[in-house]
T-cell receptor, first 112, second 116 residues
Framework: LAKTTQPISMDSYEGQEVNITCSHNNIATNDYITWYQQFPSQGPRFIIQGYKTKVTNEVASLFIPADRKSSTLSLPRVSLSDTAVYYCLVDTGYSSASKIIFGSGTRLSIRP | DSGVTQTPKHLITATGQRVTLRCSPRSGDLSVYWYQQSLDQGLQFLIQYYNGEERAKGNILERFSAQQFPDLHSELNLSSLELGDSALYFC???????????????FGPGTRLTVL
């Protein structure tokens, strides 16, 4: 099973770029890597998803090295509203025995 | 608004009791997932259904069960409740039968269960 490991917490300041790394050493060939954002007492919200190299959307970038054993979520120019918990998800989704494993999450705190 | 609805929003009950949590997926989504989130903890995957059939199983206790009905709504049944079952229970839905691949899960607002 692809277990994920993330830093428990990170602090940054408004306007800075924040990079959160997730380790997934046992990632399988068909696994995608997905990042979610969660605010207190709310359901997680999809941020970005990728398989390899780099993916960019309007809110974030996702960097995945060639060995795919880790991934880095990059949030450009963060604001106070980016304070949340960020989860990395790797899923062996192509088997009836698939397991869905969210990381423990990284609590990101943004200061003025 | 993700389009996923969950009822009730809050539920308070006593140890030993049984409760049912309900989830309606987004229109067109065939997959439903259930997660448990204890206080200040991460998300624990419980179970997934796709078009009425069980698709994947996580660390779901034997006291818990779920099903997905023909209209695609799902129910999570929790029985013989213990204090430790107090948590937020989230339902999510997706189009695909797999949460891997180019796919995303849309989460509902959750049901907060308190067992006294």
């Amino acid at each position: 099973l692809a277990k994920t490991t993330q830093p428990i917490s990170m602090d940054s300041y408004e306007g800075q770029e924040v990079n959160i790394t997730c380790s997934h050493n046992n990632i399988a060939t068909n696994d995608y890597i997905t990042w979610y954002q969660q605010f207190p007492s709310q359901g997680p919200r999809f941020i970005i998803q990728g398989y390899k190299t780099k993916v960019t959307n309007e809110v974030a970038s996702l960097f995945i090295p060639a060995d795919r054993k880790s991934s880095t979520l990059s949030l450009p120019r963060v604001s106070l509203s980016d304070t949340a918990v960020y989860y990395c998800l790797v899923d062996t989704g192509y088997s009836s025995a698939s397991k869905i494993i969210f990381g423990s999450g990284t609590r990101l705190s943004i200061r003025p | 608004d993700s389009g996923v609805t969950q009822t009730p929003k809050h539920l308070i009950t006593a140890t030993g009791q049984r409760v049912t949590l309900r989830c309606s997926p987004r229109s067109g989504d065939l997959s439903v997932y259930w997660y448990q989130q204890s206080l200040d903890q991460g998300l624990q995957f419980l179970i997934q259904y796709y078009n009425g059939e069980e698709r994947a199983k996580g660390n779901i206790l034997e006291r818990f069960s779920a099903q997905q009905f023909p209209d695609l709504h799902s129910e999570l049944n929790l029985s013989s409740l213990e204090l430790g079952d107090s948590a937020l229970y989230f339902c999510a839905s997706s189009v695909s039968p797999t949460s891997g691949g180019p796919n995303e899960q849309f989460f509902g607002p959750g049901t907060r269960l308190t067992v006294l």
